[in-house]
C-alpha cells in the first residue's frame, strides 16, 4: 500500500514528549477535514511506555533514537505479544517514518507511521488522540488489512528482518530501499536491547504462547479485534457497541465485517436493509460502532458524523472491512482520484451499462456521489448507500444505469456475502 512519508525536524529545544490533543487541537484537525481515532467508551487501549534516556547510545543508533527506543518499548513490545509482530521492527519504522518521534505528524496527530498520508494527499494522515492510541493504530492497521496476510506479514513474529519484506512487499512504502534502510536500524534496535536486557522478538515468542498463536490467528484473519470493536463470522451473533453510551447489544445480521477484506457483507451489514430511517438519530447501531471504530464519528461536519453522508458510508465500509483502511475521506471526487490513483488495490470495471461484469462489493462513484453495489444472500443486487444530510445507510436501492459513473474492485476484497 502505497504511503507518504512527511518527517519534519524539529529543533531539540523544541522536542517533547507528545501528549493527548486538546478540545482545541481537535478544533483545528475539524476545520482542515483531518481524520483521527479517538477512543469511545467502547474501547480500551494501554498506556504509553514512559521509560527515559539514560544519555548513552548504543551502536548503530544515535542518541535521539535511543531515546524514542527507550520511551517507547514497553507498548510496542506489549503490543507485538498481543498481535504477532516482532517489536524491534515496528520501533525501527516509527524511527525512519518519524525522525525519531519529532516529525510534524507525531508531534501534533500522535501519527508515528505515517499511517493515512499517501502521495496524492499526505495531509490525509490520521490523527490520533494519545500516543498510546497511535501505536496501536499501527497494529490495527496490519491487522485488518487483507494485503498484509496475503503477503505473510503474521509468518514472522520473531523475525524483524522476515517481517520487514513482508510488509514492504504488500505495499507498505514506496521507497525501493526502504527494506534495507529499516533493516539497518533494526540492527541498531537489537544492540540497544542487548544493553538494556530486553527480549528480543524470537525470546518473546518462546516464552509467550499467546504472541505465536495471535500470529496465526491474524495470519488467517481470524485474529481478535480492537477492544470493544464490532466482529460478526459468518453464521454467529455479534456484540454490536454503542459508541454513544458504551452499551452493547446483538446483531444477526450473519455478515463478515471489521477486518474480513469483505466490501460487500461489511456494506449490507452497516447499512439498514429498508429506506426511511431519521438521518441524524437512526443509523444502523453497526454502522455508528464502525464510524467511531475507523475515526469519522468526529469528522467536523455534522452529516458525516451521524453517517448520513455518501462519501462518509463508503470510507467507513472500506477501512472497517479492512479492506482498505487508509481510505480516504471525504469528497466522491477525492475518493475517485484516491482509488484511479491506487491501481495496486483498486481495478477499475468498465461501466457497460448493467451488472453483467459486476460483483457485490463494487464501488462506483462520479464527482458527485459514491456508493456500493452489493448483492444480498438471495443473489438480488441493491446499491448501499447513503445521501448528504437527507439519509442515513440502506441498501433498498435498485441498480441503475448511468453512464458517468466509474466503478472499482478491490483486489482480492473477498466480496461475496
Sequence with gaps: MKKFLVAILAAL???????????????KLDAINAPYYKLTSCESTVAAGVGSFDGTSSAGVSDLQAAFIDQYHDIAEKLSIEYGIPWEAVIAQGILESASGTSHYARTRNNFFGIGAFDS?????????????????????????ATYRNHGAFNHPGDPYGYIQAVKAAGYATDPNYVAKVSSIIAGVENRAKEKGWASSAELVAAHP????????????AG?????ASTASS??????????TGNTSSSSSGAAVQGSGNVNATAITLSWPELGHDPFNDPKPEYRSA???????????????HGNSCDAFVATVVRYSGADPNMVCCGP????????????????IPNIGSTANMQGGDIRVNGQHIEIYVTLPNGQGRIAS????????????????????RIFRVKGGGNVY
Design 386 to 405: 447513503a445521501s448528504h444530510c437527507d439519509r442515513t445507510a440502506d441498501h433498498a436501492g435498485n441498480y441503475y444505469v448511468d453512464s458517468s459513473y
Design 333 to 348: 471526487g477525492n475518493m475517485l482520484n484516491y482509488m484511479a490513483s491506487h491501481p495496486e488495490i483498486y481495478q477499475e
Design 13 to 27: 529545544t523544541l522536542a517533547a514528549p507528545v501528549i493527548a490533543l486538546s478540545e482545541a487541537d481537535l478544533d
Design 224 to 228: 481478535a479485534a480492537h477492544p470493544g
Design 121 to 145: 494527499n499526505p495531509d490525509n494522515a490520521h490523527s490520533y488522540a494519545t500516543p498510546a492510541d497511535g501505536w496501536r493504530g499501527y497494529y490495527e492497521n496490519i491487522r485488518v488489512t
Design 291 to 305: 464510524l467511531a471504530a475507523v475515526g469519522l464519528n468526529r469528522y467536523g461536519e455534522v452529516c458525516v458524523e
Design 235 to 244: 453464521s454467529a451473533t455479534a456484540e454490536i457497541c454503542d459508541p454513544e
Design 210 to 221: 499467546e504472541m505465536a498463536a495471535a500470529a496465526a490467528a491474524n495470519q488467517a484473519g
